[in-house]
């Protein structure tokens, strides 16, 4: 089984701070790297794809990938009250997403 | 244009009685995703179709489950007995292509399945 592991929440941030989100995967032969964000209640939405080490920015959103590591992280600059959310790592293999746990982050007005 | 549909939105039913949960993809997607969520094992796949053909099966979780696409705008999900471990939100998705560097799969709003 292909495991991705995030860091534990909730993550607590106030309002206009950064959120770093955080996601380990176990199989080396991934090779694209995604970030969800799923309102309560609500289905996931893709908000980050990335598939080469380094930096990939979006607006306030920034992903990061080292796959010597098998790390990727979101940032969430200026974070903001509609930010909160669950936010889950997705790593592709063999065609197929497998998911984190989540990650919910709620953002102190 | 109006999104992954999925019905019914929520499902109470009881133990032993055959649930089926349906599924309209976005119109010229070819490819189809059965998704459950539950608190305990999260976001897990357990079957996709391309061109409303089976490609892998292996995330579904017994024989009591079952999952057709007879034609590229409709699928079904089937659990016949349902048990009260099958009580969980079911996701379906589409995506227009899925290769390595991938196009994105678009989520439909989940059935909520409860099971007493």
């Known amino acids: 089984q292909k495991e991705v592991e995030q860091n534990s929440g909730p993550l607590s941030v106030p309002e206009g701070a950064i959120a770093s989100l955080n996601c380990t995967y176990s199989?080396?032969?991934?090779?694209?790297f995604f970030w969800y964000r799923q309102y309560s209640g609500k289905s996931p939405e893709l908000i980050m794809s990335?598939?080469?080490?380094g930096d990939k920015e979006d607006g306030r959103f920034t992903a990061q990938l080292n796959k010597a590591s098998q790390y990727v992280s979101l940032l969430i600059r200026d974070s903001q009250p509609s930010d909160s959310a669950t936010y889950l790592c997705?790593?592709?293999?063999?065609?197929?997403?497998?998911f984190g746990a989540g990650t919910t982050v709620t953002v102190r007005a | 244009d109006a999104g992954v549909i999925q019905s019914p939105r929520h499902e109470v039913t009881e133990m032993g009685q055959e649930v089926t949960l349906r599924c309209k993809p976005i119109s010229g997607h070819d490819y189809l995703f059965w998704y459950r969520q539950t608190m305990m094992r999260g976001l897990e796949l357990l079957i996709y179709?391309?061109?409303?053909?089976?490609?892998?099966d292996s995330g579904m979780p017994e024989d009591r489950f079952s999952a057709k696409m007879p034609n590229a705008s409709f699928s079904t999900l089937k659990i016949q007995p349902s048990e009260p471990r099958d009580s969980a939100v079911y996701f379906c998705?589409?995506?227009?292509?899925?290769?390595?560097?991938?196009?994105?799969?678009?989520f439909g709003p989940g059935t909520r399945l409860t099971v007493l």
């Open positions: 998705a589409s995506s227009l292509v899925w290769d390595r560097r991938t196009d994105t799969q678009y």
């Open positions: 997705a790593v592709l293999y063999d065609y197929k997403l497998s």
């Open positions: 990335i598939y080469s080490n």
């Open positions: 199989d080396r032969g991934s090779q694209s």
């Open positions: 179709f391309n061109n409303n053909v089976p490609i892998d």
